[in-house]
């Protein structure tokens, strides 16, 4: 049965939709503590709860990539839609973490950053966007070689 006719009909890049719902998934999860002794983690969705504001552009940008992911595999435009959705998320994930570093107590030692105790968050975030870059890459690859 020919699916062309029926571009209402989710077609996925399932690279680019698991990568992206990986990254916001790593995004809420915790990233790292400040110290040892405290509970209280650095993380998308503490930020969420308690500061909102900018920090929620993460979310909807990525919520945006899942939803073009969804329809990249009938539209090349759509997939680089989804990227270029994902490639802002990632750049705005890495300030809100680079505000989060920004917001330890200064430590002396030169690898202090090595020294926290981590989370999830960041390597999930890392993977995912790694993981949604390679898918929308191969659709636009898969476009040329068709074409």
């Known amino acids: ?53 900018w920090t929620w552009w993460v979310v909807v940008l990525l919520v945006i990539a899942i939803g073009a992911s969804l329809w990249a595999g009938r539209s090349v435009g759509l997939a680089l839609f989804a990227a270029g959705a994902t490639v802002a998320g990632m750049f705005l994930a890495g300030a809100v973490v680079a505000v989060s570093l920004g917001m330890l107590p200064e430590r002396t030692g030169i690898d202090w ?29 898969r476009d040329g070689e068709s074409s």
């Open 113 to 141: 950053v090595g020294e926290l105790p981590f989370g999830l968050g960041i390597p999930l975030m890392a993977i995912g966007f790694g993981t949604a870059i390679a898918g929308a890459l191969a659709a636009v690859r």
């Open 1 to 53: 049965m020919d699916d062309t006719s029926r571009w209402y009909r989710p077609k996925p890049n399932v690279l680019l939709l698991i990568g992206t719902a990986t990254a916001l998934f790593g995004y809420l999860s915790p990233w790292f503590r400040g110290s040892r002794r405290r509970q209280w983690w650095y993380s998308g969705w503490a930020y969420l709860e308690t500061e909102g504001s």
